[in-house]
Nanobody, 127 residues
Framework: HVQLVESGGGSVQAGGSLRLSCSVT????????MGWFRQAPGKEREGIAV????????LYADSVRGRFTISQGSPKDTLYLQLINLKPGDTAMYYC?????????????????????WGQGTQVTVS
């Protein structure tokens, strides 16, 4: 039974920083893609950062590249997302996802339907 639990969200002013964490329990193949998505009210769920195999590969959406950093703990059962220089447009519910396609294919990594496991989300609000 796989369980993902996010933490670290909150309310910050523009330009601020947050660090999100995702605790992963259960039988996970770390060669499969895992990472972070977000969903703002009235918008589709957006893939923003993924990795696999302990951070050997990282991929980012253009909207967050250079401001967000994904990493994986050691052991690999915690996934992090460091957010800096936050903007009001980053306001959303942030979700941890796992069980994606092996090795994070570049043409499908950001498709939410490719992931089997999801956390409940943590809210990030930037004003």
């Amino acid at each position: 039974h796989v369980q993902l639990v996010e933490s670290g969200g909150g309310s910050v002013q523009a330009g601020g920083s947050l660090r999100l964490s995702c605790s992963v329990t259960g039988n996970i193949d770390f060669r499969d893609c895992m990472g972070w998505f977000r969903q703002a009210p009235g918008k589709e769920r957006e893939g923003i950062a993924v990795t696999h195999n302990g951070g050997a590969v990282t991929l980012y959406a253009d909207s967050v590249r250079g401001r967000f950093t994904i990493s994986q703990g050691s052991p690999k059962d915690t996934l992090y997302l460091q957010l800096i220089n936050l903007k009001p447009g980053d306001t959303a519910m942030y979700y941890c996802a796992a069980g994606g396609e092996p090795f994070c294919p570049r043409n499908t990594w950001d498709q939410s339907r490719k992931y089997r496991f999801w956390g409940q989300g943590t809210q990030v609000t930037v004003s």
